[in-house]
């Protein structure tokens, strides 16, 4: 019951420091699902993903003790793995090409073009999205230009708030709002041109 | 100049699935919606749109990158 020596009062934080570096990594392997989701769709494939994550859980135990604690740590994740994604040159790429449609195509462009080609009067939605196969659905956002790709698989499939997508992306939120808003438009008009062709 | 109430609607369908209207906006969406089917059907498709993409994009990571990924962790003391 004494003073600790310097000895022991550096063991004790040392301790400590292993500790929190054990908890930091379970946590950090506890959202390794929604961070393979993320990352597997932001590349084209599979392999291409598993480096990504792989790396990214590499960097990020090398470098846990720049994470604050009580943050975002799945955030924290994929700002490590999207830029990995930009150094790995993944994304040298044209400003993405504007396409005619969007703009004129409203919010209700896929549901009508699906509900027209559906044989049934008045069918109910359930049946109207049914048109909709799981690989037209992979290709169609496959095929949307990285730049709202990116946008839309953070917040739409990675369920991130507009703020997180934006830290993660280092874009102004008023851009990722924008892009999200142009990137969901996109992705429509191709499900409903790989649903029904025109 | 009087704007179609169907096509006021259809604009606040994005922001509205995104919880990002105003209290007055999100009660104008509503009682449109409470008294056109058409739009509330559009807006329920949306809504399982959302999910269904979800879905059918997810794939789950293989058994052989949840065990590298578990080997990275710095070995106890």
């Not at chain 1, 499939?157 to 142009?182: C, K």
């Amino acid at each position: 019951m004494s003073e600790s020596t310097p000895t022991a009062a550096e063991s004790r934080r040392l301790a400590q420091e292993a500790r929190a570096r054990v908890r930091f990594e379970e946590e950090a392997l506890e959202l390794s699902d929604q961070v393979y989701r993320v990352a597997r769709r932001l590349v084209g494939s599979r392999e291409e993903a598993e480096d990504l994550v792989q790396q990214t859980y590499e960097r990020a135990f090398r470098s846990w003790r720049q994470f604050t604690p009580g943050t975002n740590l799945r955030a924290w994740l994929l700002r490590i793995l999207t830029n990995l994604n930009i150094d790995r040159g993944r994304r040298v790429q044209r400003t993405p090409q504007t396409t005619t449609l969007d703009g004129e195509l409203g919010d209700y462009f896929l549901y009508n073009k699906l509900e027209s080609a559906t044989a049934e009067q008045n069918p109910d939605e359930e049946r109207v999205l049914e048109r909709l196969s799981q690989d037209s659905i992979v290709d169609a956002l496959a095929d949307v230009p990285h730049d709202f790709r990116d946008v839309l698989v953070l917040v739409d499939i990675g369920e991130f708030s507009y703020a997180d997508a934006a830290q993660i992306l280092d874009i102004p939120i008023g851009t990722v709002m924008s892009r999200l808003h142009r990137g969901r438009r996109i992705l429509k008009s191709n499900l409903a041109e790989k649903a029904v062709p025109t | 100049m009087i704007e179609d109430p169907c096509e006021r609607c259809e604009e606040m369908m994005q922001p509205y699935l995104d919880g990002t209207l105003s209290d007055a906006e999100v009660l104008e969406a509503e009682r449109h919606l409470e008294g056109c089917t058409w739009c509330a059907k559009r807006y329920r498709f949306e809504e399982r749109l959302r999910h269904y993409v979800r879905v059918a994009v997810t794939e789950p990571m293989s058994a052989e990158l949840k065990a590298k990924l578990a080997a990275l962790r710095t070995p106890l003391a």
